[in-house]
Every structure is written in C-alpha cells, then in structure tokens.
C-alpha cells in the first residue's frame, strides 16, 4: 500500500484538497509523504522474503541465506544518516526480533544441514559469510550424525571380520554349492544367471 500510495501520490493529494471529498484530515504534510516514502523502501525487503517463501519451490536451505540477507539490509538501513529517526527506532527494534529467531535456528540442526546439502553452497557458504571454525564443525558434525541416524549400517571405515560358520553347516555349504553347480552344468550357459539371483544394477541407478 505504500508503495502505491508513493506511485499515485499527485492524485492522492487532489482527492484530498476536495472539500466536498471529505478527506481533507487525511492530507499528508511533505514531511510524512517523505517518511512513506522511506517506509516503503524500508518493508521492500519483508516483502520480498514473503513472496520468495511462499512459493512451492523447496527453498528450507535458504533459510539461512535469507536472514543473513535481512540482517544485512537492516544493518545498512540503520547507518542512513537520511533515515528518520522513527524508523531507525522500528528498525533497531526489527532486527533484535530476527536476531532472536537467527539465535533460535541454533536449536535445530535441519537448516544447517540443508544448507550443506545444497550443491550451490554447502560449507563454503559458512567460510564466505565469516563463521568461526569451531561452528563449521559442528555443522558438519551435525551432518554425519544425522546421517549415521538415518542410514544406520556397517562402519566401513572399520569393517568387522566375518564369523566362522558352525562345523555342521560346513558340510551342507560344501554340498550345497557342489549341487549348484552340477544343476548348472545340466542347464548350460543360458541358465547361468538362476531366479533367485539379485540385479542390483536398479538399485544404484539413482545414485
């Protein structure tokens, strides 16, 4: 509404002026229509982040990206010397309410891991934007852990030697394996590959 009541300023004003209108307690000094004019550059950048997080594109990486960008148009918004002093009051009290929230995002590790997890930032995002080394770490503590958490399975880094069978399997194993073979023998070369055989070559074509 700001920005269209800064755009159609002129007729604005001439609706104002007319008596017969009944809105001339409504007319705004050039001091106010300048302090509009400010406000509505200031909400240009909560404007923007609403629209961008309203649509159906996944976007909980940029969560942080987001605020770091907020914060950073508020920091250079406050340093305007031009700014009127109630909105550098509202601006001040605007970013201690982000850095809240920022301190908040702490509590949970999904937007850090997601950030890493995005092929256009990953850590190097933390490295630009000046993070300490001791939280890149964590970050990619958090990382592992998750992933540990969520693919539970064998440490390949430290694989476990693989158990002796039981001496009365042995015998059937051995022979097991010897009919398995003479059946193959039996069908041939076109019946090498059995029915109960695995195809993995499905299971690795997503990765």
């Given amino acids: 509404m700001a920005e269209a009541a800064v755009e159609y300023r002129p007729a604005i004003e001439r609706l104002c002026a007319q008596r017969d209108s009944g809105l001339r307690a409504y007319e705004l000094s050039e001091r106010e229509w300048g302090i509009l004019a400010q406000l509505r550059d200031v909400l240009k950048i909560f404007k923007h982040a609403t629209l961008f997080f309203s649509t159906k594109t996944p976007n909980l990486a940029k969560v942080i990206h987001a605020m770091d960008h907020i914060d950073t148009v508020l920091t250079n918004q406050i340093r305007d010397k031009n700014l009127n002093s109630a909105l550098w009051s509202a601006l001040t009290l605007g970013k201690n309410v982000l850095n809240h929230y920022y301190k908040l995002s702490d509590l949970s590790a999904t ?12 850590d ?14 964590n970050a990619h503590d958090m990382l592992r852990e998750e992933f540990d958490r969520s693919y539970p399975g064998p440490d390949m880094r430290n694989p476990s030697p693989a158990p002796d069978a039981p001496a009365e399997l042995a015998g059937h194993s051995s022979k097991t394996s010897k009919e398995q073979g003479q059946a193959k023998g039996r069908k041939g070369t076109k019946a090498s590959k059995g029915s109960n055989d695995i195809d993995v070559s499905p299971h690795f074509s997503s990765l």
Avoid: E, N
Avoid at 111 to 122: E, G, Q, T, V
Avoid at 124 to 137: C, H
């Fill in 111 to 122: 937007y850090r891991i997601a950030l890493m997890l995005h092929p256009s930032y990953k």
């Fill in 124 to 137: 190097v995002y933390f490295k630009d934007a000046g993070w300490p080394t001791q939280w890149i770490k």
